[in-house]
Antibody, heavy 117, light 107 residues
Framework: EVHLVESGGGLVQPGGSLRLSCSAS????????MHWVRQAPGKGLEFVSA????????YYADSVKGRFTISRDNSKNTLFLQMSSLKSEDTAMYYC??????????WGQGTLVTVSS | DIQMTQSPSSLSASVGDRVTITCRAS??????LNWYQQKPGEAPKVLIY???SLQSGVPSRFSGSGSGTDFTLTINSLQPEDFATYYC?????????FGQGTKVEIE
């Protein structure tokens, strides 16, 4: 069974940084592209970032480009999202998502990031 | 970026009703269209992928149709557990984008 467990969320001041992690199990992590998707309180779903299975290519939403960095460690089955220069509008639940054939087939339970002074 | 527009934004329906939600893409996306269901406090889960393929384990009362720019999610005989928010998503090009969601509420 696929398990995706996010961690690293919390309360951070505007301008601060956080590093999210996603520990994956139950599948061959190194063969799947992975994504981060966020959802602000009471709002819809928003793509944040994606990385190919080998880490060779990355993609970002315009809203986070230059501030967030996605990476992965296939030897440790872990996905990361380094977030810097955080803004209040980055406040959201952040989900780690496994992509299979252009579909978000598995989701973690999410980790909450709150940016506030 | 490809914009996805869902309608309606919300609807009220009764158990047993047939419900239809539409999704329109700002440019053609072939059949790269997925539908997700999200209940309060839970992560979304995929219902339909590639416009019309039913994800394993999803009840057959859910169905999807369409191609190009116009797509539909239909729920036949709405059940109590179907009251949730539904999102469409295009995966034809990066970045993948979602519709704004349709909340299905009890009438």
């Amino acid at each position: 069974e696929v398990h995706l467990v996010e961690s690293g969320g919390g309360l951070v001041q505007p301008g601060g940084s956080l590093r999210l992690s996603c520990s994956a199990s139950g599948f061959t992590f190194s063969t799947y592209a992975m994504h981060w998707v966020r959802q602000a309180p009471g709002k819809g779903l928003e793509f944040v970032s994606a990385i190919t299975n080998d880490g060779g290519m990355t993609y970002y939403a315009d809203s986070v480009k230059g501030r967030f960095t996605i990476s992965r460690d296939n030897s440790k089955n872990t996905l990361f999202l380094q977030m810097s220069s955080l803004k209040s509008e980055d406040t959201a639940m952040y989900y780690c998502v496994k992509e299979r054939t252009s579909c978000y087939i598995s989701w973690g339970q999410g980790t909450l990031v709150t940016v506030s002074s | 970026d490809i914009q996805m527009t869902q309608s309606p934004s919300s609807l009220s329906a009764s158990v047993g009703d047939r419900v239809t939600i539409t999704c329109r893409a700002s440019q053609t996306i072939s059949s790269y269209l997925n539908w997700y269901q999200q209940k309060p406090g839970e992560a979304p889960k995929v219902l339909i992928y590639s416009a019309s393929s039913l994800q394993s384990g999803v009840p057959s009362r859910f169905s999807g149709s369409g191609s190009g720019t116009d797509f539909t999610l239909t729920i036949n005989s709405l059940q109590p557990e179907d009251f949730a928010t539904y999102y469409c998503q295009q995966t034809n090009g990066n970045p993948y984008t979602f519709g704004q969601g349709t909340k299905v509420e009890i009438e």
